[in-house]
């Protein structure tokens, strides 16, 4: 097999060598080098293909729609919150749906979380990760109220994310477009703290479609259009022989560059494909998980940036423990798999758990019978390969022994505020909270309720 000279030179300039023999050619593979000009061609930064921990950090929204029970998978501590080794109990928890005092809360994360024995997220997500990714993982709270089973809570920081990387892109060239798998500005069902216009994520709602029509010059511009292409999967690998095997094959032949685009294209495509993925291609794969692993490989490599993968079914007040468990382990198995794949990457991963509003249990069971939007929560993970991350306590905000979140901190009336949390906390472990100043609203870095959210540290 020959690669054109054109791409061999795109090979090259990322610091690879010259393919020469068989080996060479298997390594990169055809996709492999095709998808290095695409990703070159049309205007993804060269890091998308490399391993680079100083680029930013890879972020996900996990957005599970209709108001999850929070309070019955992580620990709802009082005032005194959860520092030092100490957490601050509620006299009761009967209508959260699981009681530290009676089952134990696991540590292991850093927040309390309810046990793998409850059918709990902690389930799905420990069925899924390695004990060397258990141990590098650290979560923390907010607690705060929120609208039941609607979009206008502002609780997503996609957009302050998205922001913060564009402000270091300018320097670095390091920014990709986002996506998300509903058709909203912020690729879920919450709303996000701000609007960036320029920024609504790449809605990605067929997954076949998505393949056929992907360029990387359509992700940059946020056009993902079939109608991009002139011809189908089919007439291009009619053309695979053309141009792959012709050293001197003329690319900026005006007859060609439709054809070299969408063989380009079409490679581009394959590399974003899961199911070519190492790590997930050997798992069964579901049909209507192909899209959340395909937003969370590309943004942990780096081809997408800050997303949003929104899981529907969470509003699970049917009287039916079976059905709360299965969708509880279900998110935990989405949170995990994206944090073993940081793992096995060896980069690292920063996540945020938001719901609209919350539920109410049956007194002294895990049976949810009814929407509660006071028992609301937001978790921020934050997984770094190398070690453990630290924090100096694991809760922000607090529970009333009304068991509900407190309305009259900071936080408790204001997801917007929650949001800008997350972004302390995502700059701090980012190493950058001296730009703090450039990202976050002055009144807020000048009120030391706020400076208290951040809970995580580099």
């Known amino acids: 097999m020959k690669i054109p000279k054109k791409i061999q030179k795109q090979i090259m300039s990322m610091g690879h060598k010259k393919p020469v023999t068989r080996r060479d050619f298997l390594g990169y593979g055809l996709h492999g080098a095709v998808a290095t000009a695409a990703l070159t061609n049309f205007g993804i930064p060269q890091f998308a293909l490399a391993q680079n921990n100083s680029l930013p950090i890879p972020f996900i929204s ?79 709270s907010f607690c705060h109220i929120s609208d039941d089973d609607s979009n206008n809570n502002k609780t997503s920081a996609l957009h302050y994310i998205t922001k913060s990387q564009n402000f270091f892109a300018q320097k670095s060239n390091t920014l990709v477009q986002n996506a998300g798998t509903r058709n909203s500005v912020s690729g879920g069902n919450t709303q996000v703290a701000s609007v960036l216009s320029d920024q609504r994520p790449v809605f990605i709602d067929d997954f076949d479609k998505f393949l056929e029509g992907i360029s990387n010059k359509a992700i940059r511009t946020n056009q993902l259009s079939n109608d991009y292409f002139s011809s189908t999967k089919s007439i291009i690998r009619k053309n695979l022989d053309l141009i792959v095997n012709n050293p001197n094959y003329d690319f900026d032949s005006k007859n060609h560059l439709d054809i070299y685009d969408q063989f380009i294209a079409l490679s581009a495509g394959d590399k974003l494909d899961p199911r070519q993925n190492d790590f997930f291609g050997r798992r069964r794969i579901a049909n209507e998980r192909l899209i959340p692993y395909a937003i969370t490989t590309n943004v942990i490599d780096g081809n997408f940036g800050p997303s949003t993968i929104a899981l529907p079914g969470f509003d699970y007040h049917q009287n039916n423990q079976s059905i709360n468990d299965a969708k509880d382990i279900e998110a935990g198995e989405y949170i995990g798999l994206a944090v073993e794949y940081a793992h096995t990457t060896r980069k690292p991963f920063f996540f945020q758990i938001l719901t609209d509003g919350g539920v109410d249990y049956t007194p002294g069971t895990r049976i949810a019978r009814g929407d509660a939007g006071e028992k609301s929560m937001t978790v921020i993970g934050y997984f770094d390969p190398n070690k453990k991350p630290e924090a100096s306590h694991f809760q922000s905000g607090f529970y009333r022994e009304g068991q509900g979140a407190d309305k009259d901190t900071l936080i408790g009336q204001s997801t917007e505020t929650v949001a800008s949390g997350v972004l302390l906390n995502y700059l701090a472990v980012s190493g950058l909270s001296q730009h703090n100043g450039s990202l976050i609203d002055a009144g807020l870095l000048n009120n030391s309720e706020f400076m208290n959210l951040q809970m995580l540290h580099v």
């Open 62 to 140: 996990f957005d599970l729609v209709g108001g999850v029970g929070m309070p019955g998978n992580f620990l709802a501590a009082g005032r005194e919150g959860i520092k030092n080794g100490n957490i601050d109990l509620l006299p009761n928890y009967d209508s959260l749906g699981w009681d530290p005092n009676i089952s134990s809360p696991d540590t292991r994360f850093g927040l309390p979380m309810a046990g793998e024995n409850l059918g709990s997220v902690l389930q799905g997500m420990t069925r899924v990760m390695s004990d060397e990714a258990q141990r590098n993982l650290t979560m923390c």
